[in-house]
């Protein structure tokens, strides 16, 4: 007995001995589990032609992760989703007629140029999906704002088949508003694939919370700001509460807000730091309606503001327990003092 | 209402109250080590081939910050040298070969009129070598002695919120009164009105059974806490009770504070009404490696190879032994090793329990912020850690982390958080003392 316990040899390692079980991959999973819902919508509204891209935009990526790491000789990082959930969440922002080599030129871009290059997961400074996506949007522009019309739709008066008008770009070229509030909360318009249903977006965005996968700062934050501000401002020819609820139905706002804003790397940490980033993302996105020329701006407002996200961390450190409001203005005062002082010792 | 802090986290608990306390047979021979406090180390005072009894005196330091140390077992000397030590390192033990009879030599019980004195119960406390019970093994005297004055919140920490252990649970369970009775002696010898004793929900029957007995006639209020890791801290523990948040820094009784552990309690209550010194303490035996959970009494100095075979041996070979619980327990080297006065659980761990990737990567994911009890922000910290840049760290609180392990726990990516922050620590307290040797020195040269 004695001899065999001998040649044991014992870890050591500093606490804690234990850890959850909830990993990287874990959190890839749910964020492709809660995607799936709008998946769902997409391909009965717009047919098997959407599974053919998002496999296209998937299957991809997840190459492109394996190749670029392999020839850096990098460890294999396939096992942690998170290339999945980039080709996933890139598909859904694209039209859905579009070709499928259009993803995998996307993917290439998110992946090896935004991604691997400035060093894999983690540390990547832009939204690898959105980022493919702006790239596409600047090489392919007409492929990407052709929308055909949902499969609800088809035979409508008034409604091409081939490129119907977004609710969006009805707002802003002053159009007659053809969608009723109903059809945009239930995936029944014309646009990107994952982006028409608010239902299967807020399904799948609570989901994420509850799971405590994202936090409620950005997506509250970023929604809301939209909100107030088109409730405050008003337009496109309709009532103002209209107006708010087509500009949060409409478009990618709730895609970029629950899945797109929330991307770790790319957002802050701190927690008033998340605040502020999603009513960031808010404003840019709100600015771009109403003065760009684009109709749709969540994806640059996100685009910006992940530019932002290490500046905001920094300027939002929390003070540690125990540092009560007091001691914090004690603190001011101090250096108020200490620098009058410098100031009259200049004198 | 349960009271409780801000972050935290949910382990799986594994918690078995339900076992019933397992009396561990003394082993023939104990390891009992001179260090098992916090503060100067005792000297040996016996020889070997000396015959000691059960609860005499075999180590001692005049020192006021240290506990003396008594034979848990009756029998012969063989050898005062030094032995694999718990905590790692060899350090000077008396081994005793147990003569199977526990011939007792307690000291007298206080009289009644002593039982009111708090002079009279801080010297008992001290004689019996109380230590803080919950891990921390700081010398308990001391700790009232010096809060005396200046506490008027006397916290009782019952929380018991790491995962496996069950000791304060079953003390409570088992002898309710003799713990109201050692609460309301420190309450006593701390000066203050009122003892406040900070419970989880996650033990309402014993919270029950304590409120049953009337805990306002020994002037004891129980205060039910919500269940999350780390409320059994010191400074969360405080801030549950009290609402009162510890300066960074500081000690509990610098917002007129102080917390003594339950098995602390009732250990003052043995050495008071029994005088019976600290020689034996509930240890919760558990881990993949071995059938199932054990909450064994078990006599202070017993190997923890010897306690794996009481406690019906291995099944799995174990990769780790962890003393305490798995939150902020740290690792033994050896199996010789034996257990001390602030060992409240032995863990023998497999693969199973082990979550190690090769290659953590952050995902920056920010879980690491929202669950600091302490409001730090380990993301940055581990930054900065990497870059070594240690003078960032220091700016960022590292001083203030006390390890409890809730980053790394909730890290998805396995990041080796409090590992980094403890390795800082400890490089900073090693500067910080090379420092105070240089001053010294520069103060002698000028004399």
Request: proline share 10%.
């Given at each position: 007995m004695n001899e065999k316990k001998e040649r044991i040899i014992l870890d050591v390692a500093y606490q804690p001995q234990v850890r959850t079980n909830i990993d990287t991959r874990r959190l890839m999973l749910s964020v492709i589990l809660a995607l799936l819902p709008s998946v769902g919508v997409a391909v009965w509204q717009f047919g098997l032609h959407t599974l053919v891209v998002i496999a296209a935009s998937v299957l991809s990526a997840v190459f492109f992760e394996w190749a670029m790491r392999k020839l850096r000789k990098q460890s294999n990082t396939i096992g942690d989703l998170s290339a999945v959930v980039t080709g996933l969440l890139l598909a859904l922002t694209l039209s859905p007629s579009i070709p499928w080599w259009v993803p995998v030129i996307g993917s290439f871009f998110a992946i090896v140029v935004v991604k691997q290059l400035y060093g894999g997961i983690g540390k990547n400074f832009l939204n690898p999906a959105l980022a493919g996506r702006a790239f596409l949007l600047a090489s392919y522009a007409v492929l990407m704002a052709r929308f055909p019309a949902p499969a609800h739709l088809a035979g409508v008066e008034g409604v091409d088949a081939f490129t119907a008008a977004t609710p969006l770009n009805l707002l802003k070229n002053g159009g007659e508003m053809i969608f009723p509030l109903k059809s945009m909360f239930l995936g029944l318009i014309p646009g990107a694939m994952g982006e028409i249903s608010a239902l299967a977006l807020l399904l799948g965005g609570l989901y994420l919370i509850l799971r405590k996968v994202i936090s409620w700062r950005i997506p509250v934050s970023f929604i809301g700001t939209v909100a107030l501000l088109t409730l405050i401002f008003g337009g496109g020819g309709v009532s103002r509460v209209d107006f708010m609820l087509y500009n949060v139905l409409g478009g990618g706002l709730l895609l970029g807000a629950f899945f797109m804003a929330t991307d770790y790397a790319t957002s802050p940490v701190t927690l008033k730091g998340q605040l502020l980033y999603g009513a960031g993302c808010g404003a840019i996105t709100v600015l771009i309606r109403y003065f760009g020329s684009n109709a749709e701006g969540v994806s640059y407002a996100i685009l910006l503001m992940n530019l932002c996200a290490w500046a905001i961390d920094k300027g939002f450190h929390r003070h540690q327990f125990g540092v009560s409001k007091e001691d914090i203005q004690a603190e001011k005062d101090a250096k108020k003092k200490a620098k009058q002082a410098a100031k009259e010792a200049a004198k | 209402m349960t009271h409780t802090f801000k972050g935290g986290v949910h382990p799986n608990y594994r918690k078995r109250p339900d076992i019933p306390i397992t009396v561990i047979t003394p082993p023939p021979q104990v390891v009992i080590p001179m260090i098992q406090h916090i503060g100067a180390p005792c000297k040996p005072l016996v020889q070997k081939g000396d015959l000691v009894k059960?609860?005499?005196?075999?180590?001692?330091?005049?020192?006021?910050?240290?506990?003396?140390?008594?034979?848990?077992?009756?029998?012969?000397?063989?050898?005062?040298?030094?032995?694999?030590?718990?905590?790692?390192?060899?350090?000077?033990?008396?081994?005793?070969?147990?003569?199977?009879?526990?011939?007792?030599?307690?000291?007298?019980?206080?009289?009644?009129?002593?039982?009111?004195?708090?002079?009279?119960?801080?010297?008992?406390?001290?004689?019996?070598?109380?230590?803080?019970?919950?891990g921390a093994m700081f010398p308990t005297a001391f700790k009232i002695r010096g809060g005396v004055g200046k506490v008027d919140k006397l916290v009782i920490n019952g929380a018991e919120c790491e995962p496996y252990l069950n000791g304060d649970h079953l003390t409570m369970l088992n002898f309710p009164e003799q713990l109201l009775k050692g609460i309301e002696l420190v309450r006593i010898a701390s000066g203050v009105e009122k003892a406040y004793y900070g419970i989880?929900?996650?033990k309402q029957d014993a919270i029950d059974l304590l409120n049953s007995l009337h805990p306002e006639n020994y002037g004891i209020e129980i205060v039910p806490e919500k269940v999350k890791y780390p409320q059994g801290g010191e400074k969360m523990q405080v801030k549950a009770v009290t609402g009162r948040e510890v300066k960074p820094g500081g000690l509990p009784s610098g917002v007129g504070a102080n917390v003594v552990s339950t098995r602390t309690c009732y250990a003052i209550y043995q050495a008071c009404y029994e005088g019976k010194p600290v020689i034996e303490r509930i240890v919760t035996v558990a881990g993949?490696?071995?059938?199932?959970?054990?909450?064994?009494?078990?006599?202070?100095?017993?190997?923890?190879?010897?306690?794996?075979?009481?406690?019906?041996?291995?099944?799995?070979?174990?990769?780790?032994?962890?003393?305490?619980?798995?939150?902020?327990?740290?690792?033994?080297?050896?199996?010789?090793?034996?257990?001390i006065k602030g060992t409240s659980g032995v863990l023998f761990f497999t693969e199973e329990e082990d979550k190690h990737v090769d290659e953590p990567t952050c995902i920056r994911c920010g879980k690491c912020i929202t669950v600091c009890p302490m409001k730090l922000e380990p993301v940055f910290m581990y930054m900065h850690y990497a870059k070594g840049d240690y003078e960032m760290l220091e700016k960022y609180h590292v001083m203030d982390c006390f390890e409890c392990g809730s980053c790394s726990f909730n890290c998805p990516a396995r990041m080796p958080l409090t590992h980094a922050f403890k390795t800082a620590k400890l490089m900073f307290q090693a500067k910080a003392a090379k420092e105070k040797a240089k001053a010294e020195a520069a103060k002698e040269a000028k004399k």
């Open positions: - | 059960m609860g005499q005196k075999i180590g001692e330091n005049p020192a006021p910050v240290s506990a003396p140390i008594h034979a848990s077992v009756s029998g012969k000397v063989l050898a005062v040298e030094p032995r694999p030590h718990p905590l790692g390192d060899m350090i000077m033990s008396v081994v005793i070969e147990n003569d199977g009879l526990d011939t007792p030599a307690y000291m007298e019980p206080l009289t009644e009129e002593q039982l009111k004195d708090p002079d009279a119960i801080l010297e008992r406390i001290r004689e019996a070598g109380v230590v803080g019970m919950g989880e929900v996650n993949s490696a071995l059938k199932d959970t054990v909450n064994g009494l078990t006599r202070v100095g017993t190997p923890f190879e010897y306690l794996a075979e009481q406690c019906g041996g291995f099944v799995k070979t174990p990769r780790k032994i962890v003393l305490g619980g798995p939150m902020m327990g740290i690792c033994a080297t050896s199996f010789a090793a034996p257990t």
